[in-house]
């Protein structure tokens, strides 16, 4: 299945009633490449979440090509698609590396596996070790791996550089460029190292309390210093 449209109107959402997103549109192309940047607090994760179905929604529709995400329970949400891979790493700490994969299948055939193990290697070295043994890096290439096995044609990815090492950033870089080119995946990504985020984008959606306040290309942000340094914080981009 090749990569899906995502299309967000009108969408206000939160926590019981709390309003934390307020009339968030935007369209994702099929297969294209978006950064979703703001500072912290201003709603990133709510966004993501409120697009599995994990919020509260007041207003607004969330549509998957012609699949109307909307009313559907998270897990309907999957199956239609719609991949989210959490900023907590959700990972079964005392499974193996392996038995976390198995639950990624949804059905698939074990030898499916292989596709996980391509992408990150590594994983196929710890493949017998407990989700607790693993750094900080393998978690994130688990918990991103387990979802590629659901053949999302949408990808949600929460900040999946937080707290990694450079190299091991540039590894998962690698592999979401990689999952771009296949044209089998549209992918949302929010981080907060934003000169990764521009290189691996095209264009950049950037939320402050809630609200879309810049939707452009990444070549347009990057060459504007004073919005970067407005909406997203000071030496935010190498220099
Ligand atoms: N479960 C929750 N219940 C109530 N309020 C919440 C909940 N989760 C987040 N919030 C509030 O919603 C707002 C947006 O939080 P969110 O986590 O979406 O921001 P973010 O942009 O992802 O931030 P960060 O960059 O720190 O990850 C914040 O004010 C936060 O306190
Ligand atoms: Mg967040």
């Not at 900023?87 to 976390?100: A, D």
């Not at 592999?175 to 907060?192: D, K, N």
């Not at 452009?216 to 919005?227: I, K, N, P, V």
């Amino acid at each position: 299945m090749p990569a899906a449209r995502l299309e967000i109107k009108g969408l206000s959402a939160g926590y019981g009633p709390t309003r934390v997103l307020e009339n968030v549109s935007f369209t994702a192309e099929a297969g294209s490449r978006i950064a979703v940047l703001g500072r912290n607090g201003v709603g990133k994760t709510t966004l993501f979440a409120t697009l599995a179905g994990q919020t509260r929604r007041y207003e607004g529709t969330i549509r998957l090509d012609d699949a109307d995400l909307t009313g559907m329970e998270s897990a309907q949400r999957a199956w239609n698609g719609l991949g989210f891979v959490p900023q907590s790493r959700s990972i079964f700490p005392s499974l193996t590396v392996e038995e976390n994969l198995f639950v990624g299948l949804k059905g698939r055939p074990h030898s499916a596996l292989a596709e996980a193990y391509e992408m990150f290697p590594r994983l196929y070295e710890r493949r017998a070790n407990s989700g607790a043994k693993l750094s900080g890096g393998e978690q994130q290439m688990l918990s991103t791996a387990r979802t590629i096995l659901g053949k999302p044609r949408v990808l949600l990815l929460d900040e999946p550089l937080e707290g990694l090492a450079p190299v091991i950033c540039e590894e998962l870089m690698a592999a979401f460029t990689r999952l771009a080119s296949s044209g089998e995946m549209t992918i949302l990504l929010v981080e907060q190292r934003i000169q990764s985020a521009l290189d691996f984008a095209e264009r950049v959606i950037i939320l402050e309390r809630g609200r879309v306040v810049w939707d452009g290309s990444s070549e347009q942000l990057a060459a504007d210093r004073d919005t970067v340094d407005q909406l997203l914080g000071v030496s935010s981009l190498a220099h």
